[in-house]
């Protein structure tokens, strides 16, 4: 299939939802398919082939054609006047119209309604509350639509609050985020066993968090708990720079010698810091919305690098990893609770690494060329020849 797979995201960026989009679509190329990603760019981007940096920036294996679309201006006048991106929507979905594409993969709430309206198969992806953008009343419109084949989440929460809003429930379909596996197929040894030794820090192990230093992904509950495991060096790894700040001005206060903010690290080297790590912490808070409903990109890179885990019990999380079978879960946003999870994984070796064994063998059906093939099936875009309707 020729597929366009739309996005307003900025490409390359450090959100976790320019890393999901690129690795989408490369799992589309990997299973044959040619990619076109477009997405809002300036006028430079346009007329430069910029793609070489963006595929060493997220270790992308299987390259596909980067669009960027010189309309980074208009997005930026829809939103100083609060009218979305109407325009931006209708002008990709005519773009391509004009490039014959056999499928539109959209995340983004406008495209899919003109795509759908043009005539051409068209399938969204949300993650996002329904009523977080009052675009989204546009995609529930052509969720309708008959060249409309499916709407993508990633919880059945999610899955329900958009079959409440009009979707149609044949149309949804939930699955979870995925991992790169080439990633973890080629990682150098010996660039490992160089971060091991330098991040040890003369401690007992190596405890790894990856990801954004926000309050709701546990970041407290990891401070918390290294004031009790003083002899474990807790590595923090990621976050915007205002966000290290931050964090390390409470490390400083609180004197947490143990605590270290490794900073930003892109995709492509996240591989090797995982398996450097005796343990990694997904310790999302339980307080937060997205607990009912999150899929953490992390979680996936964790289970493919096969070092042991220790997570919240939250519900989405909880669809993946299994307590003692393929990981340990600790009660959320609890301090004690995340200490003796991290005892238990160090104490008792051969059962960790035979968990952590088990969560790598289960990573395989979370790839992302497995999650493109389940959707396409659900989709059903080999039969129904959809034919074009007239706006």
């Not at 890393?19 to 990997?30: D, L, T, Y």
């Not at 997405?39 to 940096?53: E, H, N, V």
């Not at 790598?360 to 979370?366: C, G, P, R």
């Amino acid at each position: 299939m020729n597929v366009a797979f739309v996005t307003a995201a900025e490409i390359p960026s450090r959100w976790a939802n320019s890393i999901q989009v690129i690795k989408m679509a490369q799992g589309f190329r990997e299973l044959g398919h040619d990619v076109d990603l477009i997405t809002a760019g300036s006028y430079k981007q346009w007329k430069t082939d910029d793609s070489g940096p963006i595929w060493e920036h997220y270790g992308v294996s299987t390259p596909f054609t980067l669009s960027h679309l010189p309309l980074r201006p208009l997005l930026k006048l829809e939103k100083k006047l609060d009218c979305g991106r109407l325009s931006y929507g209708y002008l990709v979905s005519r773009w391509k119209q004009r490039r014959n594409v056999d499928l539109v993969f959209a995340r983004n709430y406008i495209a899919p309604y003109w795509s759908a309206k043009l005539g051409i198969p068209t399938i969204a992806e949300s993650h996002a509350d329904v009523d977080n953008f009052y675009q989204k009343h546009r995609l529930f419109e052509a969720a309708r639509l008959p060249s409309f084949r499916a709407l993508v989440t990633i919880s059945d929460r999610l899955a329900a609050d958009y079959a409440e809003a009009g979707v149609p429930t044949n149309k949804i379909i939930v699955e979870q985020d995925g991992v790169d596996l080439s990633l973890f197929k080629h990682t150098d040894p010996s660039q490992v066993q160089g971060l091991r030794k330098s991040l040890l820090r003369h401690k007992r192990a190596i405890v790894l968090y990856a990801g954004h230093l926000y309050d709701y992904k546990g970041i407290p509950t990891i401070l918390n708990t290294a004031e009790i495991l003083t002899d474990v060096s807790f590595i923090l790894v990621g976050g915007w720079e205002h966000d290290i700040e931050r964090v390390q001005q409470q490390v400083t206060a609180r004197k947490l010698g143990n605590v270290h903010l490794q900073g930003f690290v892109p995709n492509r080297n996240i591989p090797a810091y995982l398996k450097a790590a005796d343990i990694l912490l997904l310790p999302n808070s339980a307080e937060h919305a997205q607990s009912h409903t999150t899929s953490p990109l992390k979680l996936f890179e964790y289970m493919a690098s096969g070092t042991p885990i220790v997570a919240s019990e939250i519900q989405n999380v909880k669809h993946v990893l299994r307590q003692r079978e393929n990981a340990v879960l600790f009660q959320p946003d609890n301090a004690h609770s995340l200490a003796e999870g991290i005892e238990t994984s160090l104490k008792t070796p051969e059962d960790a690494a035979r968990w952590a064994s088990h969560a790598e063998t289960d990573a395989h059906q979370y790839s992302w060329s497995e999650r493109v093939r389940r959707i396409i099936e659900f989709a059903r875009l080999d039969q129904d020849p959809i034919h074009s309707q007239k706006i």
